[in-house]
């Protein structure tokens, strides 16, 4: 069973930074893609960044220049570091995994529990 864990969230003023990480275990045959999206209330979940065959990043345009997200391979964790945050940042972050468990599995999406983020005065 594949489980991902986010941690790092809390409570930041505007302009502030906050790093979030994002733990895969269990058992799986090939990572494709990780991620993070984001989740405001009343609001669709949207792409913060991915990160495809560990090269390809796609940041969304409001991440771009303040979002940084990279990967430790050896212990399949990957971060999402935030820095000159706003208030409209304020999310339920979310990371996401895209792997196989096996070699002739389909890939799936693995998604966290979610972490919040609240850029605040």
């Known amino acids: 069973q594949v489980q991902v864990v986010e941690s790092g969230g809390g409570k930041v003023q505007p302009g502030g930074s906050l790093r979030l990480s994002c733990a895969a275990s269990?058992?799986?045959?090939?990572?494709?893609?990780m991620g993070w999206y984001r989740q405001a209330p009343g609001k669709q979940r949207d792409k913060v960044v991915t990160l495809a065959h560990n090269t390809f990043q796609d940041y969304a345009d409001f991440a771009k220049g303040r979002f940084t997200i990279s990967r430790d391979n050896a212990n399949n964790t990957w971060y999402l570091q935030m820095n000159s945050l706003k208030p409209e940042d304020t999310a339920i972050y979310y990371c996401?995994?895209?792997?196989?468990?096996?070699?002739?599995?389909?890939?799936?999406?693995?998604w966290g529990q979610g972490t919040q983020v609240t850029v605040s005065s």
């Open positions: 996401l995994l895209v792997a196989k468990r096996t070699r002739h599995a389909d890939l799936m999406n693995y």
């Open positions: 269990g058992s799986f045959f090939s990572i494709d893609a």
